[in-house]
């Protein structure tokens, strides 16, 4: 059975670092994985979607419509942009700040308002203040690693070897403190 | 930079415990990279553009056993290649799929000569658009130049394939294209790693005949050319890589690359005719499976290349008649129009987009909103600040490809003549105007243009992640060397007028603008300040905003500076985390309502 995980955020918020953690993770258990990413012009600023795929065999690398298990969302907003990717019982994992896109800031659209809420409706959801949690940390850079602990607890890794993925994943300057925010959204779980 | 993941794991495959190979998750970019290295690559030349930027930023790595460079374009990157091929090595270029149009001159011909030691293009091709001008397949230029595509399927082909294409190469005296696309670029999967392979340089000797295409010569190698592309499709039918996979015989799928994925997701119980060797066409093989099969369906994004041919040899087949040109293939496209299954997929929450933006602190959108504010229409170019096109700053009236802006400038100028260009102007990045903007600059000097370009100089190739050229004072290997200084090259074309200014002081700018537009001769003005998200800048100030001296005028929010919000009450928020405090907002507020402040 094929595992499909989508991470979705605004670009420059850190989705590659966050699917590169989990991508490592799922290749030392032995699963085959494949992930897709988005590079170059759509990263400044705009919705990115990165997608992680494992399971005995994987095809393609993208998860498609209707199809996802995991939506780990960095954004409010980009949860909902995305949801309908979600399968019937799939669950959303997401970072409640708000980022208002140019479409907003101009005047030109509204930010919808009762986000989570609306979600709520149809789809299991959890949700944190990452942004506020890694102020309390210290580092604001490392919100995105604790929404992935928030997550993780819906994958079949053990807290262990998470910790030692991200030990050789991340910059050797901030291992302590993105261990530190994992396990706080871990935590929170 | 993106780069390989750091993640890997080690996996015995030899029972005397000494051939231990390594598997890692690997980038198709970076596997490309690998599989050159693996090769025994000697030179890989390249300019950057999405999605094949990561390919030349992975080949550093080696660069104790190969030189690796960014060329000014790719034309020139093409060039670098065949002259290390023809010095006896194996050598590369890498581009994207409109960098094989700049490169084409060269490869067109390099095509009749054949080549020294192995030589490969690599081309990444961008259907569905991510970040490209067109969406062309690479593959209808390979035909024109009659050279051999592989095209793999996930990172572990692309490794294998790479090292695959110098073995063709040298075997048949082709240059050859590895086709990527951007979902095989920029997709991991595992890959195993091999040790390089040890390839003794070739001994020079002199051969016109086959190196100096002049007619008498050239007619000579074209004949070579159609006998050697029909030897290719004849041992075609018999290369591994080109395999029949067979399984349920009511459909057979004859597909390639990142498509073959999406036939495999979704109708696992098909047959199977997976091309490795995408042109020339296996055409004894595709005729075996299109016997064996009772529906023959062509799986290919873009254009109908494969399906096509297949008809034209008398093959009854479906193709583009179910799937379109445009835009990325999936599994869900089959699964609703060969399967005709229902895809219960539930309705996408109407939302505001999310377009890209220029960054907090881009010295584009200072540029750019002295532009707006003085109505001044811009001929644009290939970079970040194409963004300029759209709202809310709205001045960029014309994209074409990468030089364009100057050119397109130019032939208004002398159609329409001075007046009528009087309020335009082109906007061209630094690493887009050593590209291929300095010969439309020179075509203006000669034939005695009057216009003003401006030169957006924020010292890097911004969009595709910050890569050197030949005006930043640095190269790929990481060696630091004399920058080509813009002005003096400028000043070289006999331009008199050349005028530098700082991209975040509108005042200044402003009056220069006013300037240069009102004067009958050509004019370039060079706006400075460093990309904001480059390595090692440090940002020391944070604008800040003074709520009782708002007057809620809206004046700083005009050049959406993503930083800013505007609040309930109609007065503004700055995000600090966004902010790099490059002022620009304040030098907008009549009421000194925002100030700088120390972080």
Redesign the interface.
Known sequence: MTKNIMIVGVGGQGTLLTSRILGGIINASGYQVKLSEVHGMAQRGGSVVTFVRYGEEVAEPIVEEGQADVLIAFERLEALRYAHFLKKDGVIVVNDQRIDPITVVTGAAEYPEGILEKLKKDHKIYSVNAQQKAEELGNSKVFNIIVLGLAAKHMDFAKEEWLKVIEETVPSKTIEINQKAFLAGYELA | M?GE?????RMETGKDGINVSE?K?M?GNAAIARGAFEAGVKLSAAYPG??S??ISENLVQYKESLYCEWSPNEKVAAEVAIGASISGVRAMCCMKHVGVNVASDPLYTVSYTGVGGGLVLVAADDPGL??SQNEQDTRCVARAAQVPVLEPS?SQEAKDFMKLAFELSEKYDTPMILRSTT?LS?????VTLEEPVVIEAKTYERNPAKFVMMPGMAKGRHIFVEKRMNQMAEDASAMPINRAEYRDKSIGFVTSG?AY??V??AC?EASILKLGLVHPLPRKLIEEFASRVDRLIIFEELEPVMEEQIKSWGITCEGKDLFTRQGEY???MLRKAVLHQE???????E?????????PGCPHRSVFSVLKKLGIHAAGDIG?YT?GAV??LNVIDTTICMGASISTLHGMEKARGRDYIRNWVAVIGDSTFMHTGVNSLMNMSYNQSCGTVIIMDNSTTG???HQDHAATGKTLQGDIVPAIDIVKLCKAMNIEHVVTVNAFDISELEKTLKEELNRDALSVIITQAPCALLKGLVFPDVCVTIPEKCKKCGAC?KP?C?A???NQDGTVSIDA?MCNGCGLCLQLCHFDALELRKK
Not at chain 2, 186 to 190: E, G, K, N, T
């Open positions: 993106s993941t750091a993640t890997e794991c598997t998750i980038l999405t999605p930027t990561e991510y970040s996930d979902r920029h997709s991991q999967s595992p990142i994925q999406y495999r997701e696992p999936s599994a869900n895809v219960r997929i539930d309705e996408a929450a939302v505001p987009a999310r377009p890209p933006i220029l960054c970040c963004l709202a809310p969009m595709t992640g929010l959406g993503p800013l919000t505007k985390t």
